[in-house]
């Protein structure tokens, strides 16, 4: 059974930075496109970033680029969302998802975590 | 960016009815678009991919349908689990967006 859980998430000041992390199993993880995606409260949802199977590859939004960054360790089946610069527009609960890979353009997500919120506020 | 409006906002149906949800995007994306389901307390659902490609272990009763700029997924005799929340996502080009959502009731 596919499993993604996610972590790290809290309150943070505007300006100040946090690392999520989720923990996959079930699956082989390294074989996998990841992603992160959010969610304010009571909005939709907004895709943030995406990583290749390496690591070598990473997508972002205009809305996060230069401020968050994804990564993955393939070893510990984790990934990884470090979010700098945080404002309270990133207020949301953030979800860690596994990219699809049927398809020509398999950039949906067909598994997804509960998600962690994360609170930007003095 | 594309930008993908869902409607309705909300519907109310009752079990064993068939209800209907549009999704119009802002240009045309082909076929590639994906629906999930929302419920409280679980992980999204991916329904369907590629317009109209049931994920595996989907029940039947789900289907969509559409390309370029309109699309719709449809859910025939609803069963009480199928109450929640829907939303589109178009997986056509960058960056990959959502819509609003529909939120499905019991009548």
């Known amino acids: 059974e596919v499993q993604l859980v996610e972590s790290g998430g809290g309150l943070v000041q505007p300006g100040r930075s946090l690392k999520l992390s989720c923990a996959a199993s079930?699956?082989?993880?390294?074989?996998?496109?990841m992603a992160w995606v959010r969610q304010a409260p009571k909005k939709g949802l907004e895709w943030v970033a995406t990583?290749?199977?390496?690591?070598?590859?990473?997508y972002y939004p205009d809305s996060v680029k230069g401020r968050f960054t994804i990564s993955r360790d393939n070893a510990k089946s984790s990934l990884y969302l470090q979010m700098n610069s945080l404002k309270s527009e990133d207020t949301a609960t953030y979800y860690c998802?596994?990219?699809?890979?049927?398809?020509?353009?398999?950039?949906?997500?067909?598994?997804w975590g509960q998600g962690v919120m994360v609170t930007v506020s003095s | 960016d594309v930008q993908m409006t869902q409607s309705p906002y909300n519907l109310a149906a009752s079990p064993g009815e068939s209800v209907s949800i549009n999704c119009k995007a802002s240009?045309?994306?082909?076929?590639?678009l994906a629906w999930y389901q929302q419920k409280p307390g679980k992980a999204n659902k991916l329904l369907i991919y590629?317009?109209?490609t049931l994920q595996s272990g989907i029940p039947s009763r789900f289907s969509g349908s559409g390309s370029g700029t309109d699309f719709t997924l449809t859910i025939r005799s609803l069963e009480p689990e199928d109450f929640g929340l829907y939303y589109c996502?178009?997986?056509?080009?960058?960056?990959?967006?959502f819509g609003s959502g529909t939120k499905l009731e019991i009548k």
């Open positions: 590629d317009g109209s």
């Open positions: 996502q178009q997986h056509n080009e960058y960056p990959f967006t």
């Open positions: 998802a596994r990219r699809g890979v049927m398809g020509i353009t398999p950039w949906y997500f067909d598994y």
């Open positions: 990583i290749s199977t390496s690591g070598s590859r990473t």
């Open positions: 079930g699956f082989t993880f390294s074989n996998y496109y």
């Open positions: 240009k045309s994306i082909s076929k590639y």
